[in-house]
C-alpha cells in the first residue's frame, strides 16, 4: 500500500492581547488564540493528519506544550518539521483538504494567503491545499465566539 490518509482537529480558546494567527496568516481581530505556542489552529490540525496518516501520534507528542521550548512557537516551523520527519520516512503531502471554524472574523479575504504560505513551507503546488471557512451558526463556544476550530484531511504516497 503506497497512500495513506490522515485526518486532524484542533481548537484553541479566543483571548484578548493575543494575534489571532491562521495558517501563517496574522488577521486583523480584536481577540486572538490563546496556547503555548502561536496557537495557530487551523496549521495544529493539519500537522495532525500528517502525522495520523502514518500512525506517528500528534503534536503534543513532538512539542509537548510543557516544554518552554515551544512557547510562543510559529506553529509554520513545526509543520516544516513534521514535513520532515514524513519526507525521512519516505512520505510526502499529495494534498490536503481543510476547513477553519470561526464565526468571526470574516476569513474568506484571508484563505489564498493561507494557502500560499501553507503550500510554501510544504513545497506542495498551490492547488494541493485547500482552505475554507465556515460559521458554526452561533452554536456552541465557537458559535458564541469563546474559542476557533480546524478540521483537515490529508492523503500522503511513498516517495
Ligand atoms: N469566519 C468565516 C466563516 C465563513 N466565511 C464564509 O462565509 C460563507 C458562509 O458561511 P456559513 O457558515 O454561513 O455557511 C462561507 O462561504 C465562508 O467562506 C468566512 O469568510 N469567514
Ligand atoms: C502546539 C503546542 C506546542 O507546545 O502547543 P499549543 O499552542 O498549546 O497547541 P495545542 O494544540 O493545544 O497542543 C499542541 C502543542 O504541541
Redesign the pocket.
Known sequence: MNIRIGNGY?I?QLGPDRPLILGGVNIPHELGLV?????D?LT?AIMDAMLGALSLG???H????S?PQ?KG?D?LK?LHEVNGLLLDRGWQVVNIDSVVVAERPKLKPHLSAMGDRLSTILNLPRDRVSIKATTNEKLGPVGREEAIAAYAVTLLQQT
Open positions: 484542533d484553541h496556547g503555548h505556542s502561536d496557537a489552529v495544529h500528534d503534536i503534543g513532538y512539542f509537548p506544550p516544554d515551544w512557537a506553529s513545526l
